[in-house]
């Protein structure tokens, strides 16, 4: 075991306390990343709330980038020195959905109140999201990495883990878009901006961003949307509408955790529409829709955890994409902190104006 600083989660709702923890060496089929960056997404901070229950004493962050200090056996053809993003796609490889070609609903439970983490006393620690980047290193499956180019920059490549894969995969995994597609998305935050992006990648005749203020649609239009429509008209469907000629949307992608947004995305829809849920509500909390519009007008309601995506192929091209200047990383980032300012850019990211905010590791 070694001894390294992690912020930990003590009690829900309360500040996280850095604090030093032990982490045990890699097994089989696992690496030690040294962690350079870890931004912070919204999941980090519902878990922290307690809305998703879990286990304390845990350690959250999945949104990671750092190098390879140590390998298990059999971790296939990563060494020592690469330079990696750390997802918290724990994928075996092999259950159905695995084979299937869905890793991000792989079927094999992890036990990660056993994982690699203990406190500082010896006692249980959760790995919380099988990553438990809050800290400077973390010991991780092979499968759950990608290598990168060695020049990128940690920061910008740290988003390509959660909120990069999962808006840009909703819109090419999930909603399978099509040039000249009309699509709808709500919330231009830090996903649904890549969602945007996603859209626009894949040749969508008109982008409508949906969000709350005139700020952030502005923002929107920076990241690829043609249109913004207020969230808080009264009938914000019909505005969009209006931004698409007459007609519903080919898709909507609910990027933001409010009920209201998964009540009214099928309003948005056209005939053959489809709704892609991809925010991450509380749970228990409900949401209704009336079935005979959708069986009519042949519409669709469906979830889509993590961009549905395949990190050892979807990420390589986003990189690509990114150093041909098609993709923007840079400009998601809205603020950087050290890890004992953690609580200062959780309460910063709260506040809901910040797209991206994100922990640099001292590696001095
Ligand atoms: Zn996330
Ligand atoms: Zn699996």
Same mark, same amino acid.
């Given at each position: 075991?070694?001894?390294?600083?992690?912020?930990?989660?003590?009690?829900?709702?309360?500040?996280?306390?850095?604090?030093?923890?032990?982490?045990?060496?890699?097994?089989?089929?696992?690496?030690?990343?040294?962690?350079?960056?870890?931004?912070?997404? +919204?999941?980090?901070?519902?878990?922290?709330?307690?809305?998703?229950?879990?286990?304390?004493?845990?350690?959250?962050?999945?949104? =990671? =980038?750092?190098?390879?200090?140590?390998?298990?056996?059999?971790?296939?053809?990563?060494? #020592?020195?690469?330079?990696?993003?750390?997802?918290?796609?724990?994928?075996?490889?092999?259950?159905?959905?695995?084979?299937?070609?869905?890793?991000?609903?792989?079927?094999?439970?992890?036990?990660? #109140?056993?994982?690699?983490?203990?406190?500082?006393?010896?006692?249980?620690?959760?790995?919380?999201?099988?990553?438990?980047?809050?800290?400077?290193?973390?010991? #991780?499956? +092979?499968?759950?990495?990608?290598?990168?180019?060695?020049?990128?920059?940690?920061?910008?490549?740290?988003?390509?883990?959660?909120?990069?894969?999962?808006?840009?995969?909703?819109?090419?995994?999930?909603?399978?878009?099509?040039?000249?597609?009309?699509?709808?998305?709500?919330?231009?935050?830090?996903?649904?901006?890549?969602?945007?992006?996603?859209?626009?990648?894949?040749?969508?005749?008109?982008?409508?961003?949906?969000?709350?203020?005139?700020?952030?649609?502005?923002?929107?239009?920076?990241?690829?949307?043609? +249109?913004?429509?207020?969230?808080?008209?009264?009938?914000?469907?019909?505005?969009?509408?209006?931004?698409?000629?007459?007609?519903? =949307?080919?898709?909507?992608?609910?990027?933001?955790?409010?009920?209201?947004?998964?009540?009214?995305?099928?309003?948005?829809?056209?005939?053959?529409?489809?709704?892609?849920?991809?925010?991450?509500? +509380?749970?228990?909390?409900?949401?209704?829709?009336?079935?005979?519009?959708?069986?009519?007008?042949?519409?669709?309601?469906?979830?889509?955890?993590?961009?549905?995506?395949?990190?050892?192929?979807?990420?390589?091209?986003?990189?690509?994409?990114?150093?041909?200047?098609?993709?923007?990383?840079?400009?998601?980032?809205?603020?950087?902190?050290?890890?004992?300012?953690?609580?200062?850019?959780?309460?910063?990211?709260?506040?809901?104006?910040?797209?991206?905010?994100?922990?640099?590791?001292?590696?001095?």
């Amino acid at each position: 075991m070694q001894t390294i600083k992690a912020a930990v989660c003590r009690a829900f709702n309360e500040p996280l306390v850095i604090e030093d923890i032990q982490i045990a060496p890699p097994g089989a089929g696992e690496v030690e990343v040294t962690l350079d960056a870890v931004a912070i997404c +919204h999941s980090d901070i519902t878990y922290a709330s307690g809305a998703w229950g879990g286990y304390l004493p845990a350690v959250y962050g999945h949104e =990671a =980038a750092g190098v390879i200090t140590a390998t298990g056996d059999s971790v296939g053809g990563f060494e #020592v020195g690469d330079a990696v993003v750390v997802t918290l796609i724990r994928a075996c490889g092999s259950c159905p959905s695995c084979a299937g070609g869905q890793p991000t609903i792989c079927e094999t439970p992890y036990d990660s #109140v056993n994982g690699p983490l203990r406190t500082a006393d010896g006692g249980p620690l959760d790995q919380a999201m099988a990553c438990g980047a809050f800290a400077e290193k973390v010991v #991780v499956s +092979h499968r759950q990495i990608v290598k990168i180019p060695e020049t990128m920059p940690k920061d910008v490549a740290s988003l390509l883990s959660c909120g990069v894969i999962t808006g840009v995969g909703a819109a090419v995994n999930a909603a399978k878009l099509r040039p000249g597609q009309d699509v709808v998305v709500i919330g231009a935050g830090g996903v649904g901006l890549n969602a945007i992006q996603g859209a626009r990648l894949a040749g969508a005749r008109r982008i409508v961003a949906v969000d709350m203020t005139e700020e952030k649609l502005e923002i929107a239009k920076e990241f690829g949307a043609t +249109h913004g429509v207020l969230a808080s008209l009264e009938q914000p469907w019909k505005a969009a509408f209006k931004a698409l000629g007459g007609r519903g =949307a080919d898709a909507v992608l609910i990027t933001v955790g409010a009920i209201p947004a998964y009540d009214q995305a099928p309003r948005y829809l056209g005939r053959g529409g489809k709704a892609i849920m991809i925010g991450m509500p +509380h749970s228990g909390d409900m949401s209704s829709y009336e079935p005979v519009v959708l069986a009519a007008l042949g519409q669709g309601v469906v979830g889509s955890k993590m961009g549905d995506v395949v990190i050892q192929r979807d990420i390589p091209w986003m990189i690509d994409l990114y150093e041909q200047g098609r993709l923007k990383l840079d400009e998601l980032i809205s603020g950087r902190w050290s890890l004992d300012q953690i609580n200062e850019a959780i309460e910063d990211t709260k506040t809901g104006s910040a797209k991206r905010n994100v922990v640099l590791f001292d590696r001095g």
